[in-house]
């Protein structure tokens, strides 16, 4: 079947901007993390859903970030003012229950100019 | 606080070579552990994880690894390395207590030589 998937795979946007990543989990899965992986490092924790709400958002670093799920399936990362920090790939992934094997997308890449 | 370390930044491995990654991990409760790999410009795949049961656990393309808990440890083994397993690797620790939410090690990048 389809894995997770994430649009766009590529964002270029100049510091200040305002951008959205998208996230498809798998069918059916109800939880669902994004993760942040800095050039060099392993991903980072930035929030969880199960279900429509978010369970764990301590892994944001800062108000400029916010993330939705409104009807339990896709979610949208939203960045705004974004700065040149914040330049990294952007992971999401989902499972079958909270203890669950978590399956990664192919992340978004963002570079802010 | 979950940690995970991955001493070996970059490990060299002929072809046919035995491979191993070491893994270090702090979590307070029953760990769940894995394993990922990561190819240039693609995503993580689950390689093996580690929730219950043997510690010596099975995975994809002939890896296995070794959950040890007197040594918080959980070391990945590949007997043969094939030029494919050219990648990144990476250990991640997580757990019903945090909700799942995982924690990564730094990475481990491997070179295989022909």
């Known amino acids: 079947g389809a894995g997770v998937s994430q649009t766009p795979s590529n964002k270029v946007t100049e510091k200040g901007k305002y951008v959205e990543l998208r996230c498809d989990p798998i069918s059916g899965h109800t939880a669902l993390y994004w993760y942040r992986q800095s050039l060099g490092q392993g991903p980072e924790f930035l929030i969880y859903f199960q279900g429509t709400g978010a369970a764990d958002d301590s892994g944001l670093p800062n108000d400029r970030f916010f993330a939705v799920r409104p009807e339990g399936s896709v979610s949208t990362l939203k960045i705004q003012r974004t700065e040149r920090g914040d330049s990294a790939v952007y992971l999401c992934?989902?499972?079958?229950?909270?203890?669950?094997?978590?399956?990664f997308g192919p992340g978004t890449r963002l570079l802010v100019l | 606080a979950q940690s995970v370390t991955q001493p070996d930044i970059h490990i060299t491995v002929s072809e046919g070579a035995s491979l191993e990654l070491r893994c270090n991990y702090s979590?307070?409760?029953?760990?769940?552990l894995f394993w990922y790999v990561q190819s240039p410009g693609q995503g993580l795949q689950l390689l093996l994880k580690?929730?219950?049961?043997?510690?010596l656990v099975q995975g994809i393309k002939g890896f296995e690894a070794e959950f040890k808990r007197s040594q918080s440890s959980f070391n990945l083994r590949k007997p043969s390395v094939h030029w494919s397993d050219a990648a990144e690797y990476f250990c991640a620790v997580g757990g019903r207590a945090a909700g799942n939410k995982l924690t990564f090690g730094g990475g481990t990048r491997v070179l295989v030589k022909p």
């Open positions: 992934a989902s499972s079958s229950g909270t203890g669950e094997t978590q399956y």
């Open positions: 979590y307070g409760a029953t760990p769940y």
């Open positions: 580690y929730f219950s049961g043997d510690t």
